[in-house]
């Protein structure tokens, strides 16, 4: 068995890396995500880690190196935040355009202008649509834990599809939390070698990214989305082996205290905590309230998120990201969307907080519970609020 | 320093009879950039990874669900080509270190890419995978404009030239600045085998293109590619436009091995630019003094070059 430790977040995604036995690493360094390929440079050079590690000139070429080791069948890893992520944009569409299982670390920064360090959703939520598997991370068990089931996930050739595991910059990615490390050897009975279907081999040819005319083009995107849909039922699958071999329990939507809760706060990422805290105290103090927690984003678990709020009067979303000029937050929006279709269903209100590395507290879940109740007997008032805004 | 395995040369009669880009591709008649590939997969052969930047040649030779491709070929993007070039590079020597890569022999990994997507968009990749050591062949086909999009200037077009986006006109020229010299940025690097090549050469560039491959580290190849849909000229007229380019100084050819540069082969007499610029609608609009002005250039460049062979021979 393995043991408990105590360990810095980013090292522990790193130590998750070594532990998948990953082949390849091409990066970049952008704060916050540094502590994670610097401490993966490291293991290479003490030979600790049997990988060929890349350190590109940009993200732009971190993410197309990546496509190239994986595309020749070696397990690729890479971790960027913010710009860096942005700056991958276009390669993110190519990499699982190409269906190749490529696992990023994403640790959650804000986007310019005005730059910023510090964490929130921003960056990840522009690269939403980018035909990535997509995971939030509570806690740094979790971004372990993800980090090698993603790998499993990804490479599944059922799936054959990148995996992205976010993790809050700063406030997950720079904090010291115990660990349950497992031993090399439990790792590797859950993550085998992996065995690539298709490969760049000269004595088997094969052309990869050609060009899609308008009569092919359409289909190659329905047979990609629905090995991202279809990756649903995969992931369920690994967390559930993943559960039998290392005894933590994985779901798409975590719940907190939501029995008998009338307004349900949903919320992804470290901020979970607090918002725990939050829960309980309002408990406490005699109100019905729940949470939920979004921990698969792509694909979307439209069936787990209708069945989490199914008989709460209000959800409240809080999402640490602005669609500027657009309804509210990302979250919101796609939850709101999961719901609509249902014949009751609850008030959904947008909040957004946290950005570029302002701290959510317990009182502005005070606020939010409390718009809400507001909202649930005068009707809404706004398409969404900001939280924690200093006026 | 430049490690070569292999001195053999190609031999007129007992070049290579495999393609390995295919006929029946969807290239323009009478294309330039193709006929240097031809040549240049002639001179790598089959045990050959090809990672191509998205251009002229990546659309023809790719229209799912066909291929013009006979070795191992992947298009990621437009300006990251050395990048991909790299992965699969790393990927490869990591795997094999391990006992899981198939091909237990030497591969050579090469990418390929315009003018465009090297010279602009994809410099910085291409610098990147240069300083990185990985062992791998870039080549830039130059048809030095953006074809594929319908000719617009690059920083490759050479002065005087008129594209969509260098139009000549009452107060232009067409293009108002001279030809980037990639060869020599490249060069700058410091990498073990650099050449210049040209498929109306098509010996010249299947050795050069040969040294190469064999190589150990980035090295580098720039291929003269005629283009005569953009640059307006008759679709027969490739080779002969190509043998004038070199005859007349516009596109030299070298090496830069070691370090030292040499002229191979040295044009002792070179035509007047004249006879290049003449069957090329792209220059119709030049007045005599700019193609004064354009000889003037070519001579500095080329007595440049000339200096900088003989001071690397005497070293």
């Not at chain 1, 497992?182 to 990869?208: G, K, R, S, Y």
């Not at chain 2, 594209?163 to 020229?173: D, F, H, M, N, V």
Request: contains cysteine; hydrophobic residues 40%.
């Amino acid at each position: 068995m393995g043991k408990r430790i105590g360990l810095e977040v980013s090292l522990a995604v790193s130590e998750a890396v070594k532990m998948a036995r990953v082949d390849a690493v091409a990066a970049y360094p952008i704060t916050p995500q540094t502590h994670i390929v610097e401490e993966l440079s490291q293991m290479v050079a003490d030979g600790d880690l049997d990988a060929d590690f890349i350190m590109v000139e940009s993200e732009h070429s971190a993410m197309s190196a990546c496509c190239g080791t994986s595309a020749v069948g070696a397990r690729t890893f890479t971790a960027t935040a913010a710009q860096g992520l942005a700056l991958m944009h276009e390669i993110l569409f190519i990499a699982s355009g190409l269906r190749l299982p490529i696992v990023m670390a994403i640790a959650n920064r804000a986007l310019s202008a005005p730059i910023s360090i510090w964490g929130d959703h921003s960056d990840v939520m522009a690269e939403r649509d980018t035909g990535w598997i997509q995971f939030f991370a509570e806690t740094g068990q979790e971004a372990f834990d993800l980090t090698i089931q993603a790998f499993k996930i990804a490479e599944d050739k059922r799936v054959l599809t990148p995996a992205a595991v976010n993790l809050d910059g700063f406030t997950l990615s720079h904090v010291i939390e115990p660990f349950d490390m497992p031993d090399q050897e439990e790792v590797d009975a859950f993550l085998p070698t992996f065995e690539p279907q298709v490969i760049l081999d000269p004595d088997n040819p094969v052309t990869m990214g050609p060009v899609g005319f308008p009569e092919i083009y359409t289909e190659i995107k329905k047979q990609q989305n629905e090995a991202l849909l279809g990756a649903h039922e995969v992931i369920l699958e690994v967390w559930e082996e993943f559960e039998k071999a290392f005894g933590r329990a994985y779901r798409p939507v975590e719940s907190y205290r939501t029995d008998g809760a009338e307004v349900l706060i949903s919320i992804a990422g470290s901020t979970a905590g607090t918002a725990r805290v939050a829960v309980d105290n309002m408990r406490e103090a005699g109100k019905k309230v729940g949470l939920i927690r979004t921990r698969l984003w792509r694909p979307y678990p439209f069936e787990e998120t209708r069945a989490a709020v199914k008989g709460a009067k209000a959800v409240a979303v809080i999402d640490r990201c602005l669609s500027f000029g657009g309804p509210g937050g990302p979250i919101c929006s796609e939850l709101r969307s999961a719901l609509y279709p249902l014949p009751e269903k609850p008030v959904v209100n947008s909040y957004i907080a946290g950005l570029g590395g302002r701290d959510i507290t317990l009182q502005d879940f005070y606020t939010v519970v409390e718009d809400t109740y507001r909202v649930l007997e005068e009707g809404p008032t706004d398409e969404y609020k900001m939280i924690g805004v200093r006026e | 320093m430049a490690e070569q395995t292999d001195d053999l040369e190609f031999l007129p009669r007992l070049l290579p009879p495999q393609e390995f880009v295919a006929e029946g591709n969807r290239a323009c008649q009478g294309c330039g950039e193709l006929l240097a590939l031809r040549q240049l997969f002639k001179a790598a052969g089959p045990d050959t990874i090809v990672c191509s930047a998205t251009g002229c040649m990546e659309i023809i030779s790719s229209p799912y669900p066909e291929t013009a491709w006979r070795i191992p070929w992947m298009h990621v993007a437009f300006e990251n080509a050395a990048s991909v070039a790299a992965g699969v590079e790393a990927g490869i020597k990591i795997l094999r270190k391990k006992g899981r890569y198939p091909a237990d022999r030497r591969i050579n990994i090469v990418a390929i890419a315009g003018d465009g997507g090297t010279a602009d968009i994809g410099l910085q990749a291409l610098s990147g995978a240069l300083e990185r050591w990985h062992d791998f062949t870039y080549i830039c086909t130059d048809n030095e404009a953006y074809m594929n999009t319908g000719i617009q200037r690059s920083s490759s077009t050479p002065y005087g030239a008129a594209t969509t986006t260098s139009p000549a006109g009452k107060l232009s020229i067409g293009q108002q600045t001279q030809k980037k010299n990639l060869p020599m940025i490249v060069a700058a690097h410091d990498i073990p085998y650099l050449a210049t090549c040209c498929p109306s050469y098509p010996l010249d560039l299947m050795n050069k293109a040969r040294r190469a491959f064999e190589t150990i580290g980035p090295t580098y190849l720039h291929a003269f590619s005629a283009c005569p849909t953009g640059w307006r000229h008759p679709i027969d007229m490739a080779v002969e436009i190509g043998r004038l380019a070199v005859e007349t100084g516009v596109f030299p050819l070298y090496e830069v091995a070691g370090g030292k540069l040499k002229i191979n082969p040295v044009i002792e007499k070179r035509k007047p630019v004249i006879e290049y610029l003449k069957p090329q609608g792209r220059f119709r609009h030049l007045k005599p003094e700019d193609i004064e002005e354009i000889q003037r250039l070519v001579d500095e460049n080329y007595e440049r070059l000339v200096r900088r062979a003989e001071c690397d021979a005497s070293e």
